[in-house]
């Protein structure tokens, strides 16, 4: 008989636990007072891009988001490509041509710093359809890191959630909860050019806060209330509530006009394969296959 192997190896990425240093005030404060030296411009769209529109910025965010999502790519990675993305902008000029090579470089950047295996080069020009070359790509990387001055260690908003989450008194599967909804919100915040004047810190709170609104969790938890949490936060993070109540709101908008155009987009789609099928011939049903 002959003998067989089994594998009982399972492709998982081994974790280290969370480090209760790193979660401590002094850190948090640390970190709210490093969050401003590395952002982005608010009117690079006005004062140094000539080609570029905002809408152009949406799109290539877009493709961006759905490549970390279909790889899926560490949640820090898009944030952080955007982050670097929006640098870039901020202060050097681009051919509306080379944005998608930007975008792409970014997040090559980006995954490097947070993936244990990063994307590969040759894998994220398959994405752009091969319309750039992996010797471009490492080329705009090295323009890329010099112009951020090889500060690429950038706060995001997913460096305060942690933080947020570990200061409320909460149940752990429930913090689970806020924690995939307020990450879902901080993508979605990325991919909007109105949230780039917002420092990370004031994304991350006002995302957790619509994550908790959305649920539903103030309804059997006074801490988790509208009021008692946006005051919480807004301590947290030194800012005034009514900020951060407005921001919370441009998060809701955000996300109830992407629902909006996702159905729509569903919809026309749908249409399109029912006028398609009607054009197509097929055999008559069997009156057997027929419910009366």
Same mark, same amino acid.
């Given at each position: 008989?002959?003998?067989?192997?089994?594998?009982?190896?399972?492709?998982?990425?081994?974790?280290?636990?969370?480090?209760?240093?790193?979660?401590?005030?002094?850190?948090?404060?640390?970190?709210?007072?490093?969050?401003?030296?590395?952002?982005?411009?608010?009117?690079?769209?006005?004062?140094?891009?000539?080609? /570029?529109?905002?809408?152009?910025?949406?799109?290539?965010?877009?493709?961006?988001?759905?490549?970390?999502?279909?790889?899926?790519?560490?949640?820090?990675?898009?944030?952080? +490509?955007?982050?670097?993305?929006?640098?870039?902008?901020?202060?050097?000029?681009?051919?509306?041509?080379?944005?998608?090579?930007?975008?792409?470089?970014?997040?090559?950047?980006?995954?490097?710093?947070?993936?244990? /295996?990063?994307?590969?080069?040759?894998?994220?020009?398959?994405?752009?359809?091969?319309? /750039?070359?992996?010797?471009?790509?490492?080329?705009?990387?090295?323009?890329?890191?010099?112009?951020?001055?090889?500060?690429?260690?950038?706060?995001?908003?997913h460096d305060f959630i942690e933080h947020?989450?570990?200061?409320?008194?909460? +149940?752990?599967?429930?913090?689970?909860?806020?924690?995939?909804?307020?990450?879902?919100?901080?993508?979605?915040?990325?991919?909007?050019?109105?949230? /780039?004047?917002?420092?990370?810190?004031?994304?991350?709170?006002?995302?957790?806060?619509?994550?908790?609104?959305?649920?539903?969790?103030?309804?059997?938890?006074? *801490?988790?209330?509208?009021?008692?949490?946006?005051? *919480?936060?807004?301590?947290?993070?030194?800012?005034?509530?009514?900020?951060?109540? +407005?921001?919370?709101?441009?998060?809701?908008?955000?996300?109830?006009?992407?629902?909006?155009?996702?159905?729509?987009?569903?919809?026309?789609?749908?249409?399109?394969?029912?006028?398609?099928?009607?054009?197509?011939?097929?055999?008559?049903?069997?009156?057997?296959?027929?419910?009366?």
């Open positions: 008989m002959e003998h067989q192997l089994l594998c009982c190896e399972v492709e998982t990425i081994r974790r280290a636990y969370l480090d209760a240093n790193l979660l401590n005030d002094r850190v948090l404060q640390t970190m709210l007072k490093a969050e401003e030296t590395c952002s982005p411009s608010v009117s690079y769209f006005k004062c140094v891009q000539k080609e /570029i529109l905002p809408y152009m910025r949406k799109i290539v965010a877009t493709w961006m988001l759905e490549v970390c999502e279909e790889q899926k790519c560490e949640e820090e990675v898009f944030p952080l +490509a955007m982050n670097y993305l929006d640098r870039f902008l901020s202060f050097e000029p681009l051919k509306k041509s080379r944005l998608q090579l930007l975008g792409a470089t970014c997040m090559f950047v980006a995954s490097k710093m947070k993936e244990t /295996i990063p994307l590969t080069a040759e894998k994220l020009c398959i994405y752009t359809d091969n319309s /750039i070359r992996p010797d471009e790509l490492l080329q705009m990387e090295l323009f890329l890191v010099n112009k951020l001055k090889w500060n690429l260690a950038a706060m995001t908003p947020f989450l570990t200061k409320m008194p909460v +149940a752990e599967d429930t913090k689970q909860i806020i924690r995939k909804h307020a990450q879902t919100f901080v993508a979605l915040c990325a991919t909007d050019v109105k949230f /780039i004047s917002n420092p990370p810190s004031m994304i991350a709170a006002g995302s957790v806060v619509a994550a908790v609104q959305g649920l539903h969790l103030g309804n059997t938890n006074t *801490f988790l209330s509208y009021q008692c949490l946006t005051h *919480f936060l807004s301590q947290v993070i030194k800012c005034d509530p009514d900020c951060l109540r +407005a921001c919370q709101e441009q998060i809701e908008s955000l996300l109830e006009s992407s629902l909006r155009q996702a159905q729509q987009h569903n919809i026309s789609s749908e249409t399109k394969t029912v006028e398609d099928e009607a054009d197509l011939s097929c055999t008559p049903t069997d009156v057997r296959d027929v419910n009366i």
